[in-house]
């Protein structure tokens, strides 16, 4: 399973730290998701990117800063994070809207 | 705002019964309606999909039906085996869009 890949797998930072968060797709898919996996609770849509432009922006609080330089790379920079962000942080991709969605293997992210 | 439910959290079946999926979503927009199947540690993987030109898919052992007068639609496995157990998700999405709402999931245990 080597279509999605994310880096680092896990990652613990301090609430003053700043990280990024690192996903790419090997499978020449025009769109990539950010998704926070959280215990009990639904997937949460954080950010779409279609080719390289933001079209999805769901109120995600601005201390979580997505970047997408190409259509193959995407990151999720982190500053000044709070316990409540800890969580898995999935990258997904896709052909375009309504297709399905390949998913990465994760961060699984701690706050202390 | 849009939202999809997902019923039941947990469900229990016997190696062999039948299982089914049940999920409402508000958006009467909504026009793709992919199922996620998430096994422990792993990633979530599409397992069948269903668009709203269709009211029913089959593929083997799993089934999708789509209800869109009444918005809803369910997943059904057929003769469940052990590999079954892990967490589903439902999902819908819009056609124009790329926000894909996820239901909150259901955990599924296949007892041998």
């Known amino acids: 399973e080597t279509g999605v890949t994310q880096t680092p797998r896990h990652l613990v930072m301090g609430m003053t730290n700043k990280k990024s968060l690192k996903c790419e797709q090997h499978?020449?898919?025009?769109?990539m998701y950010w998704y926070k996996q959280s215990a009990k609770k639904p997937l949460e849509l954080m950010f779409v990117y279609s080719l390289e432009e933001r079209v999805e922006n769901n109120s995600v609080p601005s201390r979580f800063s997505p970047e997408c330089p190409n259509s193959s790379h995407l990151f999720l920079h982190l500053h000044t994070l709070q316990p409540e962000d800890s969580a898995l942080y999935l990258c997904a991709s896709s052909r375009g809207e309504n297709y399905e969605q390949y998913f990465g293997p994760g961060t699984r992210l701690t706050v202390t | 705002g849009e939202n999809v439910e997902q019923h039941p959290s947990t469900l229990s079946v016997q190696e062999g019964d039948s299982a089914v999926i049940k999920c409402t979503y508000s958006d009467s927009a909504s026009n793709y309606f992919p199922w996620y199947k998430q096994e422990l540690g792993k990633r979530p993987q599409l397992i069948i999909d269903i668009r709203s030109n269709v009211g029913e898919k089959k593929d083997q052992r799993i089934a999708v039906t789509l209800n869109k007068t009444a918005k809803h639609f369910s997943l059904h496995i057929t003769e469940t085996q052990p590999e079954d157990s892990a967490v589903y998700f439902c999902a819908a999405s819009e056609t124009g869009g790329f926000k894909t709402i996820f239901g909150a999931g259901t955990r599924l245990f296949v007892k041998a």
């Open positions: 499978l020449g898919h025009n769109a």
